[in-house]
């Protein structure tokens, strides 16, 4: 089930309080900081924004975006 619409302009990051990104991974539909760089999974729509679920969120992702 993907995250709604809704949630994802009313979500904030638990750390810095900045706008999440969602996305997809081989792991499955995230949502990432991109001023923090976590990430957290989404299970049944639901992000699941606790502690035990953050991981790290890569800068570059392979896609050809350049950088420092």
Do not use: F, N, Y
Not at 7 to 20: F, M, N
């Amino acid at each position: 089930m993907p995250l709604s619409p809704l949630l994802t302009e009313v979500l904030g990051c638990p750390r810095c309080k900045g706008a999440l990104k969602v996305h997809d991974s081989e792991a499955g539909p995230q949502v990432h900081c991109p001023v923090c760089q976590r990430a957290w999974p989404i299970e049944d729509g639901i992000p699941q924004m606790v502690p035990e679920r953050e991981s790290p969120w890569p800068r570059s992702s392979g896609l050809g975006s350049g950088g420092a």
